[in-house]
């Protein structure tokens, strides 16, 4: 198949699953942060709310796609990228419990547009008290990840969890090459995301942002932290509504990237104490969120 030859607009692809009011923020700040409206498409998860149908009637530019069967967040952002029109050439993803910082979006674009090699671009990414969450990340290897998932809750300092989530870039002030970027909020590079067949869908939330990275890099594209481009992170309504599922599917995604990146023989038996330890992580966690 031929690939498409794409035009040089931004389109906005949201993910939502019962947004509430966040979803209108999301919007409001991301018109205000841009001179002209973006197209954005919504699409929805199966929401019960009525948020995504109240913003797509209310704002011009707005199209609703629904899969009630919830697929999962990579899912619905390839559903949603693949109705953009032909002159969509750079997708912005997002979540909807985001507010955009004026001149971000701009900043995003002329720095990926600058260098045909970038695939993906990820802005600073504050969280609603003002500190600095750290959206942009090394690709674990196989003991920072492990190191990481079973320590960092009891150990955040320990070296697996530093190198892992490279807090350093806090203190960046260039664009700034990496493994990969927060899929909450991202632009990234139409064709490369075709050339790559978007996210893999076989994960249902978390990690497919990794993995995207670690296949943009493959393919021969960077990831690249834009510290001057800002969002900040509200927090997920969407996801805190159901903790105890999205608690069991990070851990079942950090599993499926380590057996997805290792398929090796040799590396059975360290992915079966790799899934032990994660199963062990888990169990922990449950017990904390019941108290």
């Known amino acids: ?27 409001a700040s991301l018109d205000a942060a841009t001179a002209t409206p973006l197209p954005v498409v919504l699409s929805d998860n199966g929401s019960t709310d009525g948020a995504p149908q ?24 390839n559903a949603g990228a693949a ?9 912005l993803v997002c979540n909807s419990d985001l507010t955009v910082r004026p001149g971000a979006i701009e900043r995003l674009a002329e720095v990926i547009r600058a260098d045909d090699s970038i695939g993906v671009v990820g802005p600073l990414i504050r969280n609603d008290d003002g500190s600095v ?3 942009a990340r090394r690709l674990p290897s196989f003991r920072d990840g492990i190191g990481h998932a079973v320590l960092a809750d009891r150990w955040p300092g320990n070296p697996w969890t530093r190198r892992y989530r490279q ?8 664009p700034t090459a990496t493994g990969w970027v927060s899929g909450a909020c991202f632009l990234v590079r139409r064709s490369a995301f075709d050339a790559i067949g978007g996210f893999d869908e076989g994960f249902f939330m978390y990690f497919e942002d990794v993995d995207l990275g670690k296949r943009m890099l493959e393919a021969g594209y960077s990831s690249v932290y834009v ?10 309504s969407s996801t805190s509504q159901h903790s105890e599922r999205m ?21 059975r038996p360290a992915l079966l104490v790799a ?5 062990l992580r888990l169990r922990s966690e449950l017990r904390r969120t019941a108290r």
Do not use: C
Not at 248 to 265: G, M, N, T, V
């Open 83 to 91: 109705v953009l029109g032909p002159e969509i050439g750079w997708v």
């Open 227 to 236: 510290p001057d481009a800002e969002v900040v992170h509200i927090g997920g």
């Open 54 to 77: 109240r913003v797509a009637a209310a704002r011009p530019g707005t199209r609703l796609i629904v899969d009630e069967t919830n697929p999962g967040y990579g899912a619905a952002v």
């Open 1 to 27: 198949m031929a690939a498409v030859e794409y035009g040089d607009g931004i389109g906005v692809v949201v993910v939502t699953y019962s947004p509430g009011v966040e979803l209108d923020a999301f919007v």
């Open 247 to 267: 608690l069991r599917a990070h851990h079942e995604s950090a599993y499926r990237y380590l057996a997805k990146k290792y398929p090796q023989w040799f590396m």
């Open 133 to 135: 969450y750290p959206s």
């Open 275 to 279: 899934r032990w330890g994660l199963q």
């Open 167 to 174: 807090e350093e870039l806090g203190l960046a002030t260039e």
